[in-house]
């Protein structure tokens, strides 16, 4: 199976720029729709973005044009580059593996998680 480890989060102000990393461990990434999930205080586990199997990217539409997921197969690393950000974008960020070559959007179809890392984003 498959062990995430998300880092890359911190604190930044309205508009920054952050990029978090899932560096996967025990299986290839490239093996896994690997996905991003986001959980704010009080508010329900929502989906940010995917990379499927085969490369495709699919997005929020609340994040669609500011962030990019993206794939390092030779570091075993999925990315989440967050621009233009916001204080609505602050939350626990959580990568999420999946074997399986289909697009799956809700949190409760993913079966390896990390441990998440905190985005704050202040005004």
């Known amino acids: 199976q498959v062990q995430l480890v998300e880092s890359g989060g911190g604190l930044v102000q309205d508009g920054g720029s952050l990029r978090l990393s899932c560096a996967a461990s025990?299986?290839?990434?490239?093996?896994?729709?690997v996905a991003w999930f986001r959980q704010a205080p009080g508010k329900e586990r929502e989906f940010v973005a995917i990379m499927s199997r085969s490369g495709g990217r699919y997005y929020a539409d609340s994040v669609k044009g500011r962030f990019t997921i993206s794939r390092d197969n030779a570091k075993n690393t999925v990315y989440l580059q967050m621009n233009s950000l916001k204080p609505e974008d602050t939350a626990v960020y959580y990568c999420?593996?999946?074997?399986?070559?289909?697009?799956?959007?809700?949190?409760?179809?993913?079966?390896?998680w990390g441990q998440g890392t905190q985005v704050t984003v202040s005004s």
């Open positions: 999420a593996a999946k074997p399986a070559w289909d697009i799956y959007y809700s949190p409760l179809d993913y079966e390896y």
């Open positions: 025990g299986r290839t990434v490239s093996t896994y729709a």
